[in-house]
């Protein structure tokens, strides 16, 4: 089964709400694990060159073999994919799950500080109401979480490339998240044996490590309870910031 997330711009906010929830500021953050996804691109000389890393419909996945079928759907004569395993935060606030991670980064949110490196918000914003200095922690709203991760907040060290670069998935669709752990991450990449094969996969050294987005789960604390499996969450966004 195919299991690809979705950028959490895609949200319908009105149409996917949890009916229960009148309020989108009762959606809280009630849990946080680290996991890793399986992040498919393509390009002939994308590993060893500076070309940027693109993000594409359906490009993340929850797991290796749905990342395999996204690369065989995208296929024509001459491409070349590659699949990485990327570290993501999974933020379990509601009805549907909320992952962030970052692209064209070697350590994925190195620049993300789980508490406020300043007061004062980007011009022409305003804080949200009952704004924290740290979203990471129980009981947040997770709009003011989502938010924090965008790329002028206040917790980055420095602003964060608009495009291409921090992403926020959702899914409508149960899964097992797969844990991430301090063992080196892996990545693969694609040969042809021609058009009436399947694409071949061959195993490269990863660039990226996952330090930052481990460091950013200890911090939370939510490294000492017990995690759900089938996790779901959903949020709703507010243009106001954290």
């Not at 929850?62 to 070349?80: H, P, T, Y």
């Not at 509601?94 to 190195?110: A, D, H, K, W």
Request: charged letters at 25%; one cysteine or more.
């Amino acid at each position: 089964m195919d299991s690809a997330f979705r950028r959490i711009e895609d949200l319908k906010f009105d149409g996917i709400l949890d009916p229960d929830v009148k309020d989108p500021e009762e959606l809280r953050l009630r849990g946080i694990r680290a996991v890793k996804i399986y992040y498919c691109f393509y390009g002939r000389n994308a590993w060893h060159s500076t070309w940027v890393q693109k993000y594409y419909i359906d490009c993340m996945h929850s797991n290796l073999d749905s990342a395999k079928r996204f690369a065989e759907r995208n296929r024509v004569q001459g491409s070349v994919f590659y699949i990485e395993e990327l570290p993501a935060l999974l933020l379990d606030g509601g009805s549907y799950p909320v992952l962030v991670t970052q692209i064209n980064e070697r350590c994925p949110l190195r620049e993300y500080s789980a508490k406020a490196l300043r007061e004062d918000v980007s011009i022409e914003s305003e804080k949200i109401e009952g704004y924290r200095n740290n979203y990471l922690t129980f009981g947040s709203p997770l709009n003011g979480v989502i938010l924090s991760f965008e790329y002028n907040s206040r917790f980055w060290k420095t602003q964060q490339p608009w495009k291409n670069s921090v992403i926020l998935l959702y899914t409508e669709t149960e899964f097992e998240p797969v844990e991430l752990k301090t063992t080196k991450l892996k990545a693969w990449k694609s040969s042809s044996l021609g058009k009436d094969y399947y694409l071949s996969w061959s195993p490269i050294k990863s660039r990226v490590s996952q330090s930052s987005v481990i460091r950013l789960f200890n911090q939370s604390g939510f490294n000492k309870k017990k995690p759900n499996n089938g996790l779901q969450g959903t949020s709703s966004l507010s243009r106001r910031r954290p």
